[in-house]
Nanobody, 126 residues
Framework: QVQLVESGGGLVQAGGSLRLSCAAS????????MGWFRQAAGKEREFVAG????????DYSDSVKGRFTISRDNVKNTVYLQMNSLKPEDTAVYYC???????????????????WGQGTQVTVSS
């Protein structure tokens, strides 16, 4: 089992940047694929970015491709989401999640992830 705690959210103007972190405690962080999801008010949770156990495979949603970068540090047990050129439509609660299934590709569906953090709010003003 793994516990996930996100940090780094906040209020930023459009065009600005934020870096989210997700610290994992527990065992075997390097055995989990990791993902970032977001949920805007009144909308369903959506996939943002994901990275496999070794970082060998990374995927992004079309809406953030070219602006966001996911990375992980398996020594620090942390996954990051660097968000640049933020837009008001990026406003949401951002969640990190862990997939323990040992799949070789990044999962896009929230049901593929077993462990979730509590979320961190990102608000982008226009």
């Amino acid at each position: 089992q793994v516990q996930l705690v996100e940090s780094g959210g906040g209020l930023v103007q459009a065009g600005g940047s934020l870096r989210l972190s997700c610290a994992a405690s527990g065992r075997s962080f390097s055995s989990y694929n990791m993902g970032w999801f977001r949920q805007a008010a009144g909308k369903e949770r959506e996939f943002v970015a994901g990275i496999t156990r070794s970082g060998g495979s990374i995927d992004y949603s079309d809406s953030v491709k070219g602006r966001f970068t996911i990375s992980r540090d398996n020594v620090k047990n942390t996954v990051y989401l660097q968000m640049n050129s933020l837009k008001p439509e990026d406003t949401a609660v951002y969640y990190c999640a862990a997939d323990p299934s040992f799949r070789f590709i990044v999962g896009h569906a929230s049901r593929e992830y077993v462990y979730w953090g509590q979320g961190t709010q990102v608000t982008v003003s226009s």
